[in-house]
């Protein structure tokens, strides 16, 4: 659910990969699958049609997370989601220079994880940490290494950064670039540095 361009998807079994938008679908390398095109509210797929949906860095997408999370069951026995809350997330260094970013409707609907838990009859819930050398270039991958939000082909690969407006990126880039050629991000937050991975509120459910 919320295929994108197909980064996330298992390599091994028989996958169906759903994705609402164009843009995403037309990015998808030729060595994954296709996509239907359909949002996770409105699925054209049988009852009990997959053992497993996974839904990975979707969720806050949604404009209906009650009818999503429904059809999700209706079409799998099981759910795997990831994702991330939002109650931690908010207390990442990167909210100081981009504030702006919890303004954007996506962010404003994001769900906790309690929010998605009460949907299900049970949810298991595991902590995803983040490497200090994670490669994948999502919002929180670049936790430890700060002078890489400085790059705006980064920026472009992290949702919550790239639907801002260019002022909020130019504040944004021009404060984090003061601070680190000060040293002033050393200083509150210079141990980051030092650890090999880091709660920044990535969760993996597991849900039936």
Request: aromatic fraction near 10%; proline fraction near 5%; charge should be negative.
């Amino acid at each position: 659910m919320g295929a994108g361009t197909g980064n996330y998807e298992p390599t091994e079994g028989f996958v169906v990969a759903v994705e609402p938008s164009w843009a995403m679908i037309a990015q998808r390398p030729p060595d994954v699958s296709g996509a239907v095109r359909a949002v996770s509210e409105r699925l054209s797929f049988s009852n009990g049609s997959f053992d497993v949906a996974l839904a990975t860095f979707t969720l806050h997408h949604w404009l209906d997370l009650a009818g999503g999370l429904a059809e999700l069951h209706r079409v799998a026995d099981r759910q795997v989601i990831v994702m991330s809350d939002p109650v931690i997330g908010r207390n990442f260094w990167l909210a100081e220079y981009f504030p702006e970013m919890f303004d954007l409707e996506s962010e404003q609907r994001a769900p906790t994880v309690a929010t998605v838990a009460v949907h299900f009859s049970h949810v298991d819930v595991e902590v995803l940490e983040v490497p200090s050398t994670c490669s994948d270039g999502f919002c929180g991958a670049y936790w430890s290494r700060p002078e890489a939000d400085l790059d705006a082909r980064v920026r472009m690969g992290i949702s919550s950064l790239a639907q801002l407006s260019p002022g909020a990126i130019r504040r944004g880039v021009q404060r984090l670039g003061e601070d680190l050629g000060s040293g002033r991000w050393d200083t509150c937050h210079g141990r980051l540095r030092t650890l090999e991975a880091y709660d920044l509120g990535y969760r993996l459910l597991t849900c039936s």
